[in-house]
């Protein structure tokens, strides 16, 4: 699964840069954004595949990270070209803020279950 992330990763990364060079409307801070965000699922499916959590948690996470990242590089090929008054890269933000919530709270509720199985 590591391996498979890294590569996936790469490939999507490769691809986004192929688009810029295609495509001239594809303005370069869309193409920061998109990496960025292409860049950031990789780190956080990465994590998950090395994080000691149930295999249920690591599916379902999996899924919904990637859904996210998906979306995030959609909602990034349409967003406005500048930093100011951007409302997409507040809500890239949060987001993952929200996906390492996530990740923490699974890891936190994964060592309560098993001082639980100990009982």
């Known amino acids: 699964m590591k391996r498979i992330t890294i590569f996936t990763t790469v490939v999507m990364l490769v691809l986004n840069i192929t688009a810029k060079l295609m495509f001239s409307n594809y303005h370069v801070f869309n193409l920061i954004v998109s990496s960025v965000i292409i860049s950031h699922t ?36 349409f967003s406005s070209k500048t930093v100011k008054g951007n409302w997409l890269i507040f809500v890239l933000l ?7 919530i996530i990740m923490y709270t699974a890891g936190v509720l994964k060592k309560s279950l098993d001082k639980d199985d100990y009982k």
């Open 94 to 100: 949060a987001v993952t803020a929200f996906e390492w």
């Open 42 to 77: 990789g780190i956080v499916l990465y994590v998950l595949a090395l994080a000691k959590i149930s295999d249920g948690f690591r599916y379902s996470l999996s899924s919904i990270f990637v859904f996210i990242g998906l979306v995030g590089v959609l909602v990034s090929l």
